[in-house]
Structures are given as structure tokens and as C-alpha cells.
């Protein structure tokens, strides 16, 4: 494949799952890392995108938006279902949890049991998703809907959001960096989690392999403000070592697995 092409197919990639890893795609299109990184430099110069460690996001301007539900869903699938099984293991009777608007936390939605609980959550899919559970106890938080997500969003969201008080929060991210910590495209996505995790006793972030390394718009969070992260076994060695160097509980699960 001339050079080219192999550009013309990173972008569409890229538009497509919203982020890209240079091992990934040098394992896709059988050529070196080293390759890889030349091509993502010339695409940056381009305007193209914009250079990660390990890879790259969507120029500054695409960055703003978020991707289509639709694309997030399909992008790690069996990776989120995986780390999904494992977030909902220790749900109990009686709690009041809270999921956010991201695809991770959809999937701990679709596998939570039909428990006596009561979920805050301002997507419209999550809603979907648990309507015909029986005794799962559903509060919607109101706002701006975005079409993007298919969930709520945007001040009244947030000012809504601030009279409920969860047990546990479900959520995900665009980005995990160990300088930066959790990160977002949206702003105003990364406003509502930040609200979502004061509001919560114990908060669970959800986040496949292809989160890390990753630097996003927006900053959401510090290590230091989330309880646990759940991932699967694609993650870097040394980069949990890191995390666990900061006092992140972590959580690795093998997607091939039962759980």
C-alpha cells in the first residue's frame, strides 16, 4: 500500500472509532511502528489530527464534538462487554447507582441483573435499556439532548444532577493519561462526569486498552478522584505499574473469559 492510501485509510479510521494507536495500526497495515509514526507526523502537519503518546486523536476542532453513538458502540465491543460483567459483579439490593452517557457504561447497563435498585442517568439508551427490568427503579436527569450521545446534557443537567446522591458511579472517558489523568473531547461531557463523581460515594471508571495514553480536550479527573478502573489485559505492563504507583485500584479482566 503506498503511503497515501495507508493515509487516506488512517483518517477514515480515525473518523470511524474516534482514536488511533500506532502498535494497532502498524499491526493492520503490516508495516513498522516507525512507519506508523511518520505517517501520523505528516497527517498532523496536514492538520489532519492531532499526535498522542502512542497514537492520536481528531484535530483540535473535530475534538470538540463527540463521536456518534452508534461508532462508540461498535469500537471495543467485546473488550467493554468484558469489563462491563466485572463493574456490575458487586451491585447490590438496595443501592443507588449512577451511569453516564458513554458506551462502557451502557454495556454495565445492559449486564446489571434485574435488581431492587435505583439508577440516576441522563442517557436516553441507558433508560431504554433497563425500561423492562422490573424492579430496577430508573431517574432520568433532564437537559439539552445531544444527538451525538443520545443523552442529556449542558447546565440544567448538571444543576439537576446536583440534588442526587449515588452509592456508585459507572462512567468512562476519552482519554487516560498518567501526566494528565481522565480526559474528554466534549467539555461539556467532562463537566457532567466531574459533577457525576462529587455526587458519588464510590466511583468505577470503565475503560477498554485503547483509552490509555491518550490526551483529550477537556480534563476530567485525577486519579486521585476515582475508586477503581476496570480494564482489560491489552493495557501495558508498566503503564499499570504506574497507575498502581499512584494508589489506582486497578482491575484487569481478559475478555475471552466468563465472567
Given at each position: 500500500m503506498l503511503a497515501l492510501q495507508r493515509h487516506r485509510e488512517i483518517l477514515n479510521i480515525l473518523a470511524a472509532e474516534g482514536q488511533i494507536r500506532v502498535p494497532d495500526l502498524a499491526t493492520r497495515f503490516e508495516v513498522t511502528e516507525?512507519?506508523?509514526?511518520?505517517?501520523?507526523?505528516?497527517?498532523?502537519?496536514?492538520?489532519?489530527?492531532v499526535r498522542t503518546h502512542g497514537g492520536a486523536l481528531p484535530s483540535e476542532k473535530d475534538s470538540m464534538h463527540e463521536q456518534p453513538y452508534w461508532k462508540r458502540e461498535l469500537f471495543m465491543a467485546k473488550e467493554k462487554r468484558a469489563i462491563a460483567r466485572r463493574a456490575v459483579e458487586n451491585v447490590a439490593p438496595?443501592?443507588?447507582?449512577?451511569?453516564?452517557?458513554?458506551?462502557?457504561?451502557?454495556?454495565?447497563?445492559?449486564e446489571l441483573p434485574d435488581l431492587d435498585v435505583t439508577v440516576l442517568t441522563h442517557s436516553l439508551q441507558v433508560a431504554w435499556t433497563l425500561a423492562d427490568r422490573e424492579h430496577v427503579n430508573i431517574v432520568g436527569i433532564g437537559g439539552r439532548l445531544s444527538r451525538f450521545s443520545l443523552s442529556f446534557i449542558g447546565s440544567k443537567t448538571v444543576n439537576d444532577l446536583r440534588e442526587y446522591h449515588a452509592n456508585t458511579l459507572f462512567f468512562s472517558c476519552r482519554g487516560i493519561s498518567l501526566d494528565w489523568g481522565l480526559s474528554d473531547a466534549n467539555e461539556e461531557q467532562a463537566i457532567l462526569r466531574g459533577q457525576m463523581l462529587t455526587n458519588s460515594e464510590k466511583s468505577i471508571c470503565l475503560a477498554d486498552h485503547s483509552k490509555f495514553n491518550v490526551t483529550a480536550l477537556r480534563h476530567v479527573a485525577d486519579f486521585a478522584d476515582i475508586d477503581a478502573l476496570i480494564t482489560d489485559d491489552q493495557v501495558d505492563d508498566a503503564v499499570l505499574?504506574?497507575?498502581?504507583?499512584?494508589?489506582?485500584?486497578i482491575d484487569v479482566v481478559r475478555p475471552g473469559k466468563s465472567y
Open positions: 516507525e512507519t506508523i509514526r511518520r505517517d501520523l507526523a505528516s497527517l498532523e502537519a496536514q492538520g489532519g489530527l438496595g443501592e443507588t447507582i449512577m451511569i453516564d452517557g458513554s458506551s462502557s457504561a451502557l454495556c454495565a447497563a445492559r505499574k504506574e497507575l498502581r504507583d499512584k494508589h489506582v485500584d
